[in-house]
């Protein structure tokens, strides 16, 4: 059985007064059955593991270098990460993919990297709306998941996040076939690759505009097995809704 898995991924947002947000978030939420995650920024990986400690609330960094160590000024390490109280690192981002020109063979090395230092790597996927409309959504996250999932890949190390570029922050979701298509070739494609034992210990999460309002019937949609949210995991009051929902699901 997958453990459903709730994750905030906060992006350059929040200092330290925004872990209130996170101390509502483990006193309102501490029975939910389903895995929760916060990814807050670099600078607040530390403070929020210390608040998470001995509850149900994971921590999770947002990106981190494919280089163990040296002169990448600006860059944070598997180890760091690791070190701060991270379990877990978001990896190929598609604001990473498009700010940063991150390719899906980058996105592997750091998954590579973060696997050596303890972290589960969540690998995010997604085709932009013209990949969409042109009919290649299937072809263009066929390809990345190829190239950004190194052998070694398990249902302890891995979880991925299909996240469709367009929907990211835009209020708009692909209909509920859509997701169940994409979820459902995913699945079908690890379990060619790495074998159903593989395949179905693997979480798949959606993610793209999931608010309070969508989360129920998202949920309920074949092979989402939880949600990677942005914009809806800044505020206790909006995130805590999309975690019932998940646990109800
Ligand atoms: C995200 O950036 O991973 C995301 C899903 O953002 P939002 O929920 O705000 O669309």
Known sequence: MRQKLAA??????????DLAELAELI???GTATSELMICPPATLLSRAADLAQNSAL???????????AGAHTG?????MLKEAGATAVILGHSERRADHSESSNTVAAKTQTAWAHGLTALVCLGETLDEREAGDTLKVVG????ASLPEGATGANTVLAYEPVWAIGTGKIPSLAQIAEVHD???????????PQMAEATRL???GSVKPGNAAEIFATS????ALVGGASLKAADFSPIIAALDAS
Not at 58 to 68: F, K, L, M, Y
């Open 8 to 17: 905030g991924n906060w992006k350059m947002n929040g200092t330290g007064s």
């Open 27 to 29: 006193q309102s939420q």
């Open 58 to 68: 994971t921590i999770g960094a947002q990106d981190c270098h494919s280089e163990q």
């Open 75 to 79: 860059d944070i390490s598997a180890a």
């Open 143 to 146: 390809d990345q998941l190829a």
């Open 185 to 195: 070739f995913l699945r079908a494609e690890l379990t060619t690759r790495f074998g």
């Open 205 to 207: 999460l959606y993610g």
């Open 223 to 226: 092979n989402v097995d939880g």
